[in-house]
Each structure stands twice: as C-alpha cells, then as structure tokens.
C-alpha cells in the first residue's frame, strides 16, 4: 500500500509541479506564434515604412504610425477621465465612506468591472455618439472623445481597486499619528495617507493604461474607424483608430500569410511588448514598495 | 529502559536565530520527561525536530536521533511513518475543520484504515483515554470547533492517541487552559505513561515540578543539566537550573 | 491673495472637501446605474420566452437569440474544462510547493504579464496555434482554448490567495499526524479554500463569457443555420452576436438589440452575485 500511495504522490507532485510552469509556457508560446506570424511584415514591407503615416492597406501602405497615436491619444484622454475619478472614489472608500456607502459602491464598481466592453460599445453608439454629435456640434460623435469616455469608465474599476489596495495597505500608525498631532482627516489624506500609498496609486495608473490601450471592442465601436494622423488637440474630436480597432475589424478580410495579414500580427507584436513593459513595470514599482515597507516595519 | 538517544544535535535556523547546541540526552521509555527553562531554549525545536517538522522551515540539523535503532534524521527513513509513531501536541488547541470524529479519524483514514468497525473502535478508545468520550460520545458528528479550550486540546491529545504512537510530545499544552482544564490534562499524562513515552515542555516550573520523572533544563539552545525529577528540583547542581527554578530570572 | 484654504478653518475645509469627494463619488456611480437601468427597461419589452429559445429567422431580424445564448454556454463550459483544473493546480504549486527562488519569480511573472495582454492579441495567438498550427479551425475548441489561457492569471491568483488564507496551523496539524503533502491538500486546505476558488472562478468565466475579440477569429460566427453539434463546429455567441447586429446589420430593429444587450448583462449579472453571495457566505462561516 505504500508503495502505490508513494508513486501516486509522485505522480500528483509532478503534475502539480507542470501546471505551475505552464504559464511560462504560455507566455513563449504567445510570443512565437506572433512572431512567426508577424516578423514576415518586416520581409514583405521595410520596417521605416511600417513606422510610416499612412495606413492604406489596399494600396500597400503599412504605416502603422496613425494607429499607434490613435491607441495613444484615446487611452490619454481615458486616462485624464479615469485616473481623478478613480483615484477619489478610491480615497472615498479607503478613508471616508461610511459602512453603507461602501456596500453602495464596492459593488458598483465591481458590476463596472464585469461590464462586458461590447455592452459599453453599444450604449456608446445608442447613447454616447448623439449625445457628443449634437452637444458639441460635430460632424460625427465617432470620436477619439467617445472612445475616450469609454475607456475611461472601462479603466475606472482596475484605478480603484489597486488603488484602495495600497491605500487600506498603509498602516494604520500613519493616520493614528497624523491625527494625534492635530491634522483633521482631510489633511491627513492628502499630506500623510496618499503620500504614503504613492507607488501603489502609480501601480495602479500604470496597470489602468495596460488596460485601456488593449482595449478593443468598446473603442472599436465608437471611434470612427478612420486611421488618420491625429493631429493636435482637433483629434480628439475627430474619428481615428486604435492598434486594437485595426486588428480586430480587418483580420477577418485579410488572406492568409498576405502582407497584410502579417502586418495585423506585427501590430499584436507592438501591443504584446506594450504591455510587457507596462506590467513589468507595474510589478517592480509594487516589489520595490513592498521590500522598502519590509525593511521599515522590520 | 531507553528509548530515544540524542547525540549531538545541532539546529540552526535559515534566518540566523541558533537553536540547538551539541545536545546530548536519553530519554526513558515509559515516563515523563519534562524540557523546561526560559522561552528562547530550544525545547519547542527539539520537540519540531524529533517529529521532522523542521523539515517544513528552512533549517541546518546536524546530529543523531536513536528510536528503536533508527536514526530518525536520516533523509532516507518513511518520514510520514515516523511523525505516526510519534504525536504532538501544540500550545493551541488546532481542531482540524472536521467534525469531532473526523478529527480524531483522520490520521487514521490517511494511513489507508477505511474499515467502519476498526474507526469506530479506534475513535472510542482514544477519546476514552484523553477522558473526552463521556462528554462527547453524543454528538461525534458536531463541528470540533463547538468544543471549549479545554475539550479542544483533549481532542488534539485523542487525535494523536488514535494511531497509538509511542512517544507523546507536548508543547505547553496547558498554556490556553483555565486550572480545571489543566488538572484534567496533567492527570491523563500520569495515566498514559503507563503506555507511552512521554515528552512534555510545560509552561512553567510548577508544572515541571508536578509532572516530572526526569526533568532537562534547556537555556538558549544549550541542555545545562538533566537527570531524574526528584533530584534536579530538589538539588539542582548548575546554578543556573538553581537560579531559574527560584525564580530569580525567567 | 488668500487661497480658499486659508479662508476656511481646517474643519470646515474638510467638510467641503469631503463633500467633494461624494459628489465625484456620485459622478462615478451615476452612469454605472444609469447604465444598467437603461438596458433594463430597453430591453425587458423584447425578452420572451420565444427570443430566449426560437431560433433566429430573417438573416436574424427576427426569432429568438437562443443559438447565441447555447454558444456562450458552451464557450464558458470549454474555457472552464480547460482552464479551472490547470489553473487550480498552478496555484496549488505556488502557494504549496514552490521554493522562493528565481524560477519561482518567472513564473509570477509570466502570469502578470498573460493577465495584462490585450484580448484581441489573444485573439490573434488563438488564430496562430489552434486555428491555423493545430487545425482545429474557426470551432468551439479554438475559441475555448483561447479563452482558456486568457483566464488563466485570474483563476491562479485568486486561488493562490485563496490558498494561503487558509492557516499555516491545519497543514502543521495534519503533517504532525503521519499526512504527506499533498493529502492535507487534498483533504483539508482545497476543501477550506473552496469558496474563495469558487469566486475566483465564476469572476474569470464571467469576464470569459463577455468577451469578444478573442472569439472573433478563432470559433465564433454570426450566420450558422443549425446548433452546433461538435466541439470542431464554429459557434455563435452573446457578445459577437451584440456586436454585428449593432454594427453591421442594415434594418435591424432596435428591440432585438435591446434585447440581447440585456440577456447578456443579465448573465453577467448573475455570476456577479453567485459570486458575492459565495464570498459573504463563506466568510461568516469560516471555522477560524
């Protein structure tokens, strides 16, 4: 009986042991396959003109510049919603809030969270894009804004809950001191509490553009489609096109192994490498946070 | 007649608190052998060591440790045998989130014993020793955690009973428990050790003082002296074993 | 010029300020209601129990939405096949086994960074390998796979959490008692762990059940005549199906699409609170 109980535990030990590897194995995986998809744009179009401005594909113009400022532009303006919304109510709950007013929000905000992003697209289209058409007085309400109001709603739930996170992680000596030596608790947040959290607050800001940028349905629906060059402040009125928009709205015209469709996986390489960086990133800001309030609460 | 020898064991935390030094004792089958001294001696990781818990920190052992002509630190011996052969029990009370009868089962079902009749038999006697059985025998499907302090630790002491070890080892057992609940425990020791060895950190010298047949005085990591209870309690011959059981530091 | 904070004393700073605070607070929360009513009352005049089980008719103009619904059933029914027993163990490996070394730091890595990849860059990896490599085609197994991998990193990390709430006490207990490994585990931290898996992995299904870009290329499909009948078939889908008759479909009533929005918020809905009610149930419960 011992034998066979002995060899069952090796067996589980090592399937155990395979599963906790496997994401490594995913994550290789997912690089390969886009690069073995996606390297051939480098053949088939040089990489300057991939960096190019104009994205014509019918024409062969691979400039996938428009697109990369279209990503950008959109995620900014979520972000200049997202990050102040986010960030006070996370303050709210974390600080102020009554036990109430957190059974109100906590679960709002987590119903924000599993929204779909395509319900969010066709309110935007039903709702939003009128609404900026005729309020604003535009051509069109397909816009960078509307984008841009989506995601930043879409963005809100990861800014406040990583953000309330670090908030309820300082300790609590830091508010009791504050207070002891005469601060009201307003001025205890924003001179003592939200100081202290400030790496968190980052983590969370850095892990919201991840979040907004990979966005895909929601932008897709409500910004134009138009992969133009946005230009100055204008753009964000005006229609343009995300990395994400462009990939999802013309993979499934494109022939296989055209240049085209290389150049679709070229563009997942930039976005896989994008949020690469942001989540290392994202995680050595909280790893260093953590080992300095390590070593100071030791 | 022996039945566990110590030779030169040597603990040494990953984290650079040292425990153990050079330690060297017998320890008599059948009776009650009490480690005692200031917090810091070393005797909960002496008690770790002998049922290979340390194996589950990060730790240097060097040394020996003899039961029935084994060297139980040896990498190569069943270590899950062993840790059946010996039984512990913590300061706190640990109900496992079983009922009482799946608590006191458990060990058993894990050996592989499925047999209704032999748990049901196994689970009376051992419940009967640890002197729970009339208090629970009603209501053996009940969460564990609906027991008091005190029944609690009884059934982690029934729990260790059930697979009928041959060393108890007890780590302040005592220290969560009202006087009542104390006297109950140290009254089943005197019991059990018509039919075990037992080993026992109390968690003060009074308790020593009650229980012991032998008794080692453990001062940070280093045994300073050992012998039969009587003598070390009454002519103590190291002035620190003097110094501690007058009270004068602890 | 004295600024507004000089003018007020500190109190009365603070209550303005926390005032402040609740109305953006309001600003936040306002379009989340306002959202969800609207679709609620849109959409209830659509739901019936034909648009729930007929079949759609008139290159989807009319009938029921029923084919989409089965679709979302079974795309999460394969995303959990695949990605609960894998993820559960992974976790299990970090949380249980796993010495704190560099390999160990990969790992959490790796997941970090498959929890951050944009879905339709999953998308795009499910074309490449299961798709096109693996032959499986546009079916029901890419888009499962896909979404699979994508759930991964939420199913592993609350389950780790999950994992390690449990008390360091019970495995010395069980271990002190002659256990190996991964008995305890088995017998005495899974089953204390349970709940909070469990909410682990109704939140990833859920967020896997709304998905669309990953599906886009690997299984799902809009005009199909007929239930899927294997895994190897391609699907349609709630999201999908929202998408293209809000986008690409001239003529379509707007009670159609009202209609879908809502049951797919309604699913959405429901796994939201299995899973608070999960939660809370368990936490009062908790033996320790």
């Known amino acids: 009986m011992n034998d066979q109980n002995a060899r069952r535990e090796f067996v589980i030990t090592w399937i155990i042991k395979l599963s906790g590897y496997s994401s490594i194995l995913f994550v290789c995986l997912i690089f390969f396959f886009l690069l073995r998809e996606g390297l051939p744009a480098l053949v088939d179009t040089s990489l300057a003109s991939l960096f190019g401005t104009r994205w014509y594909p019918i024409e062969n113009y691979f400039g996938i510049l428009p697109l990369v400022l279209g990503s950008l532009v959109v995620t900014l303006g979520a972000l200049l919603i997202s990050v102040p919304l986010g960030l006070i109510t996370a303050i709210y709950i974390s600080e102020v809030a009554s036990r109430w007013e957190k059974e109100i929000l906590k679960p709002l905000i987590e119903l924000l969270a599993g929204l779909p992003s395509v319900v969010l697209g066709f309110l935007g289209i039903l709702v939003l894009v009128p609404f900026l058409r005729r309020f604003l007085d535009l051509p069109t309400g397909l816009t960078a804004l509307a984008g841009s109001i989506l995601l930043g709603l879409i963005a809100i739930p990861t800014i406040v809950s990583i953000s309330e996170d670090a908030l309820n992680s300082v300790p609590h000596s830091y508010r009791e001191a504050s207070l002891a030596l005469g601060a009201t608790r307003w001025q205890t947040i924003w001179r003592s509490t939200l100081p202290a959290a400030r790496s968190g607050v980052l983590t969370a800001i850095m892990l919201g553009v991840g979040r907004a940028i990979g966005e895909t349905m929601a932008v897709m629906m409500v910004t134009g489609n138009a992969p133009v060059m946005p230009q100055g402040l204008q753009a964000l009125f005006r229609p343009v096109r995300t990395m994400t928009a462009t990939i999802a709205s013309e993979m499934g015209e494109v022939a296989n192994g055209s240049p085209h469709y290389h150049v679709l996986f070229f563009i997942g390489i930039v976005l896989f490498v994008f949020s690469l960086v942001v989540n290392i990133t994202a995680s050595s800001i909280s790893n260093q946070r953590r080992k300095r309030s390590e070593r100071l609460l030791s | ?250 | 010029m004295k600024s507004l904070g000089q003018l007020l004393s500190p109190n009365q700073t603070e209550n303005l300020g926390f005032f402040i605070l609740r109305l953006i607070c309001i600003v936040t929360a306002l379009p989340i209601i306002a959202m969800v009513l609207y679709i609620l009352v849109r959409g209830m005049p659509a739901i019936s129990w034909t648009f729930l089980t007929a079949m759609p008719s008139n290159g989807m103009r009319a009938g029921g939405i029923f084919p989409a619904i089965v679709g979302t059933f079974y795309l999460t029914l394969g995303t959990a096949i695949f990605s609960v027993p894998l993820g559960v163990a992974a976790a299990v490996y970090l949380a249980e086994y796993a010495p704190d070394n560099r390999w160990t730091q990969l790992i959490r890595i790796a997941i970090i960074n498959l929890s951050g990849i944009p879905s339709v860059v999953y998308g795009l990896f499910g074309l490449g390998l299961f798709v096109l490599f693996l032959h499986f085609g546009t079916s029901i197994l890419s888009a499962s796979l896909t979404l699979s991998i994508m759930t991964l990193p939420v199913i592993i990390s609350t389950t780790e959490e999950a994992l390690r709430s449990v008390p360091f006490s019970f495995r010395l207990v069980s271990i002190s008692l002659g256990t190996t490994r991964w008995q305890t585990i088995w017998r005495i931290i899974l089953p204390e762990a349970l709940p909070g898996i469990l909410t682990g992995v109704i939140l990833g299904l859920e967020r896997a059940a709304g998905e669309t870009a990953p599906i886009l290329f690997t299984g799902a499909s809009f005009y199909l005549p007929r239930l899927p009948n294997s895994p190897l078939d391609a699907t349609m889908a709630l999201p999908y199906h929202l998408f293209v008759i809000s986008t690409q479909v001239p003529g379509m009533p707007i009670l159609i699409q009202y209609g879908t929005v809502l049951v797919l918020l309604v699913f959405v809905v429901m796994m939201n609170l299995a899973a608070t009610v999960i939660r809370s149930r368990a936490r009062a419960r908790r033996q320790w």
């Open chain 2, 1 to 250: 007649m022996i039945k566990i020898r110590i030779e030169h064991l040597n603990l040494r935390y990953d984290d650079g608190t040292e425990s153990l030094k050079d330690v060297c004792m017998s320890i008599e089958a059948n009776a009650i052998t009490v480690l005692f001294g200031p917090a810091g001696g070393g005797k909960s990781s002496l008690l770790r060591t002998l049922d290979r818990l340390n194996d589950l920190v990060e730790a240097q052992i060097t040394g020996q440790v003899w039961i029935n002509d084994v060297n139980i630190l040896d990498p190569k011996i069943n270590v899950v045998e062993l840790r059946r052969k010996i039984g512990i029990v913590f300061s706190r009370p640990v109900p496992l989130p079983l009922s009482i009868y799946g608590n006191v089962s458990y060990g058993l079902e894990m050996a592989g014993e499925h047999r209704k009749g032999i748990l049901d038999l196994s689970v009376k006697n051992a419940l009967r020793q640890a002197d729970l059985w009339d208090e629970v025998h009603d209501r053996l499907n009940d969460p564990a955690n609906s027991l008091s302090g005190g029944q609690q630790q009884r059934l982690c002491l029934a729990r260790v009973l059930a697979l009928e070890p041959e060393v108890i080892m007890l780590d302040e057992p005592t220290s969560a428990l009202d006087p009542i609940a104390t006297q109950k425990i140290e009254s089943m020791l005197q019991e059990l050790k018509q039919q075990y060895t037992i080993l026992l950190a109390p968690h003060n010298v009074q308790q020593s003082a009650r229980l012991a047949d032998y008794a080692a005085f453990f001062l940070v990591g280093e045994l300073v002296e050992y012998g039969k209870g009587v003598d070390i309690f009454m002519h103590p011959k190291d002035k620190r074993t003097e110094d501690y059981i007058m009270g004068r530091f602890g």
